[in-house]
């Protein structure tokens, strides 16, 4: 265990006051001669959480609390802290005698190797949540022997899990199962997953407003309802994509009014990796009692600068919009997504 200790303490860039927490830390419950980690596990699932509250809310001023929430448990989460075990080889320095969980490190730390960081909400094989457990306790060890001090336990513990998950990465790469919900929520549908079990697989089925989407499968339950739910989103943005295609399959002659048109075609360039679009006051017209403004909009593409104009309107605000709406109604129609 001394030998385990420095080398743990070598990993976390920290020399313990009071070793025997680290030791205490890196002792799981079937190791029945000395005390297990699971108080410290305890305290440190909270102090891991507070010092990821105090970062987020530091680095993200304008975000509201769920996007923030959003952000703290994906960096927290057993998939991610099982993955910084496995990463940093903490899981080699735990004195056990439980011969299975041996079994499920190496099976996890085969599919971490070949699939990377780039996992959010869970790959091929389920994180152990022993893994996530260690570094929790060993979190808890630091924050206990450093008085309580959060800040110190950051700055010592942020680089075990870079890379920190951002609001960018979470916005590419959305949690499966939420977006699913959010979506059909927002479209008044019910979404239900079933699950069942077809020999030793794991199956999940979701059903929106009663009708099948999709499925499935994997070993494990939860990583079952991960996939069904990717492949829902990929049929169901599919679905939507067509849908929207034949509602802005409009002529371009003054019937393409869409609200918010701004606001979807900056979100349409953010997606597509564009600078943002640019408007500008082409000609006013009228007296000036009843100004009209003609409005262009500007789009810097890698195949060149897009442009459109809208129609005449009494608000520059709204004359803005007019040619927002003429240059997604002509994206689609010319199937530029």
């Known amino acids: 265990m001394e030998a385990s200790v420095e080398a743990v303490e070598r990993i976390i860039n920290y020399k313990f006051r009071n070793k025997k927490l680290l030791e205490e830390a890196l002792t799981h419950s079937s190791y029945t001669d000395s005390a297990s980690y699971q108080r410290l596990e305890f305290i440190g699932d909270a102090a891991l959480g507070c010092a990821l509250s105090n970062y987020v809310f530091l680095a993200y001023p304008s975000l509201d609390p769920g996007q923030l929430s959003l952000i703290r448990a994906a960096n927290i989460s057993t998939e991610k802290l099982a993955r910084v075990a496995v990463r ?156 929207e295609m034949t509602q802005n399959n409009l002529e371009i002659n003054g019937s393409c009014e869409i609200d918010g048109a701004k606001q979807k075609l900056h979100e349409f360039c953010s997606k597509k990796k564009w600078p943002k679009p640019s408007y500008r006051i082409e000609k006013e017209v009228g007296p000036a009692h009843e100004k009209g403004f003609l409005c262009s909009v500007h789009i810097e593409t890698v195949d060149g600068v897009l442009v459109m104009q809208g129609d005449t309107k009494p608000r520059v605000k709204d004359a803005e919009n007019s040619a927002a709406s003429f240059m997604i109604c002509t994206l689609y129609e010319s199937r530029y997504p």
């Not at 780039?118 to 630091?142: N, Q």
């Not at 549908?189 to 079933?194: C, E, L, R």
């Open 88 to 243: 940093v080889g903490l899981y080699q320095y735990v004195r056990h005698n439980a011969a299975a969980l041996d079994d499920k490190v190496r099976e996890f730390a085969l599919a971490v190797q070949e699939e990377g960081d780039s996992v959010l909400y869970g790959g091929s094989v389920k994180a152990p949540k022993f893994l996530a457990d260690i570094v929790e306790s060993v979190a808890a060890a630091i924050y206990v022997d450093c008085n309580f001090d959060l800040q110190v336990l950051w700055v010592i513990f942020r680089g075990l899990l870079e890379p920190i998950v951002t609001h960018e990465a979470l916005q590419q790469q959305p949690q499966p199962v939420t977006l699913l919900y959010e979506l059909c929520q927002k479209d008044g549908k019910h979404v239900d997953i079933k699950h069942w079990r077809k020999g030793s697989k794991n199956i999940a089925s979701v059903y929106v407003g009663g009708k099948f989407i999709a499925s499935g499968s994997s070993d494990e339950k939860e990583i079952a309802k991960l996939n069904a739910a990717k492949e829902a989103l990929q049929k169901l943005s599919s679905k939507l994509k067509d849908t």
